[in-house]
């Protein structure tokens, strides 16, 4: 059986509208007044206009990974992705730990419990639901 998590219609909107409010500041960014006279060449207009996206990148990511925190960044059990073995959870749901994963456009941080296998010893981060056990390490 496959697990979906999915956002309350109410929680989507509401969402959505921080979204919007966020492109809006990033947005002024790009063209508030006077950005036009200190934007002159391409590179100028490039470089500003990537920091405005990673912006956005860094606020989507961190809603998307608080989502998985609300609901349910983890079951209490998750299979090894060293050994294959069933593992448990790391200390209690309070014992979360710092961890920063580094993407395609900066690093996002966030925190998480970590699961330990006691067969190879690995400690991992898993990334969600064990619907297939999607761990990728983070």
């Known amino acids: 059986m496959t697990l979906k998590r999915m956002l309350s219609a109410e ?33 100028q207009k490039e470089d500003r ?3 405005v996206v990673d912006k956005l990148w860094e606020w989507l990511m961190e809603k998307h990974i ?6 349910g960044g983890g079951p209490e059990e998750n299979i090894c992705p060293e050994c294959r073995e069933l593992t448990k959870r790391r200390g209690s749901e ?3 730990e710092e961890r920063e994963v580094v993407g395609k456009r900066g690093a996002v941080g966030f ?12 400690v991992f981060f ?13």
């Open 11 to 43: 929680d989507r909107q509401k969402l959505k509208e921080e979204f919007c409010e966020e492109a809006g500041k990033r947005f002024e960014e790009m063209f508030t007044e006077g950005t036009l006279d200190e934007l002159v060449t391409f590179r």
């Open 126 to 138: 898993p990334s969600g639901p064990a619907d297939g056990n999607r761990d990728r390490g983070i």
């Open 49 to 51: 206009a990537c920091e």
């Open 111 to 122: 925190e998480r419990a970590g699961c330990e296998c006691r067969r190879c010893r690995k």
């Open 94 to 96: 309070e014992e979360k």
């Open 66 to 71: 608080k989502v998985d925190e609300v609901k």
